[in-house]
């Protein structure tokens, strides 16, 4: 199934489906917002897919936390207040009660931005202490979540340290 066809079912108000990918059942969009508003918080991911021209917004959880019981689909049916679920191959499929779970979704949207707009701003100004030396700069680079960063995120925490580096060589007279 592409991205395109599960962002058109996150948009059904009749439905709210877990993909399964991989290790990990994800959802997308509206749905990520009801998950994250109704059955457990978790940090919402944000991307710009190129084939469906659009910021796509999701959620992801090991299938183990599923299996071993510590979030299971009958808690996710109660807490989501859904008549039922269906299992098909790669996805879980929960017919809702109530439609207007997901009527809100634009504001959620916005909240979501506000909130990373807020995270960088607060990521970007810890780099700029006047405190910090090359050791630190290192640790920060030996620490950095690649893994669990997006290219935009890799690319201005490099320019962030790179503006770290011009200021240091400045203040010890280097440039």
């Known amino acids: 199934m592409t991205t395109a066809e599960k962002i058109d079912s996150a948009i059904s108000n009749k439905y709210f489906t877990l993909f399964k990918e991989g290790l990990y059942y994800k959802c997308y969009n509206e749905d990520a917002m009801v998950f ?8 919402v991911s944000g991307k710009f897919i190129k084939s469906v021209g659009a910021d796509v917004y999701s959620i992801g959880f090991p299938v183990s936390e599923v299996e071993k019981g510590k ?6 049916t109660k807490k989501i207040e859904a008549k039922s679920f269906e299992i098909k191959d790669t996805q879980v499929v929960f017919l809702l009660n109530d439609g207007s779970l997901k009527y809100d979704y634009k504001e959620w949207i916005d909240t979501i931005q506000e ?12 780099l700029y202490n006047p405190q910090l030396d090359t050791t630190t700069i290192i640790s920060m680079i030996k620490n950095y979540d690649l893994a669990n960063s997006t290219p935009m995120q890799g690319l201005g ?7 770290e580096v011009q200021r240091i060589e400045k203040s010890n007279g280097n440039i």
């Open 36 to 43: 994250v508003k109704n059955v457990k918080e978790y940090k």
């Open 71 to 76: 979030l299971t689909l009958e808690f996710i």
């Open 115 to 126: 909130q990373n707009i807020i995270e960088a701003a607060q990521e970007s100004s810890s």
């Open 157 to 163: 925490f490099i320019q962030e340290l790179k503006l």
